[in-house]
């Protein structure tokens, strides 16, 4: 099938960045969007933001302007540019692809295992 993996995941301080990278490997036909979930303590997992095989792209509000997402078609991976990181941003971040395994009639949801990014005030 199609299993995806995260890194980048760490501590840093308010105002800080870090960078998250996923990258899907298998027997992958095709990916069409991408994208990025994050789910704090005791919250349910929400969107971050998404980016299609196009490269269009959407956000959360909260995260818009301080997020960047973008992919690479032909490695099969998918990175996040956290800015201006806040202690609200805290979770665990999951990697999340709609893909087409070889030899299957459609696509499929696949996630990461997902990396924490802790920012301290």
């Known amino acids: 099938q199609v299993q995806l993996v995260e890194s980048g995941g760490g501590l840093v301080q308010a105002g800080g960045s870090l960078r998250l990278s996923c990258a899907a490997s298998g027997s992958i036909f095709s990916i069409n969007s991408m994208g990025w979930y994050r789910q704090a303590p005791g919250k349910q997992r929400e969107f971050v933001a998404g980016i299609t095989s196009g490269g269009r792209t959407n956000y959360v509000d909260s995260v818009k302007g301080r997020f960047t997402i973008s992919r690479d078609n032909v490695k099969n991976t998918v990175s996040l540019q956290m800015n201006s990181l806040e202690p609200e941003d805290t979770a665990v971040y999951y990697c999340?692809?709609?893909?087409?395994?070889?030899?299957?009639?459609?696509?499929?949801?696949?996630w990461g295992q997902g990396t924490q990014v802790t920012v301290s005030s």
């Open positions: 999340n692809a709609d893909a087409r395994p070889k030899f299957a009639t459609r696509s499929f949801n696949f």
